[in-house]
């Protein structure tokens, strides 16, 4: 089991930045790609960005490219997103989740947090 806790969500005005977190605990999550969803208001659930274990490959949504980066740290078994030039439209309850027994399937799903961005 791997349990995933996101932080760093919070309210922040347009053009601002924030930096979330996932901690990963119950295993290490080195070997394995991590990624972060969106879900906003009355919307579909959303890719944002993933990373692979080696963090020598990572892939955004066109969304967000240029704006966001995803970055890892596997010595603390943590996922960041770092995301500048927030826009209105950002605002959404953001996940982190693990793909570790399927190519295709995310596993294992953080709570999330919150972000909104106001205009």
């Known amino acids: 089991q791997v349990q995933l806790m996101e932080t760093g969500g919070g309210l922040v005005q347009a053009g601002g930045s924030l930096r979330l977190s996932c901690v990963a605990s119950g295993r290490t999550v080195t070997g394995y790609t991590m990624a972060w969803f969106r879900q906003g208001p009355g919307k579909e659930r959303e890719f944002v960005a993933r990373?692979?274990?080696?963090?020598?490959?990572?892939t955004y949504a066109d969304s967000v490219k240029g704006r966001f980066t995803i970055s890892r740290d596997n010595s603390k078994n943590t996922v960041y997103l770092q995301m500048n030039g927030l826009k209105p439209e950002d605002t959404a309850v953001y996940s982190c989740?693990?793909?570790?027994?399927?190519?295709?399937?995310?596993?294992?799903w953080g709570q999330g947090t919150q972000v909104t961005v106001s205009s």
């Open positions: 989740a693990v793909r570790i027994y399927s190519v295709t399937t995310y596993d294992y």
């Open positions: 990373i692979t274990w080696g963090a020598n490959s990572a």
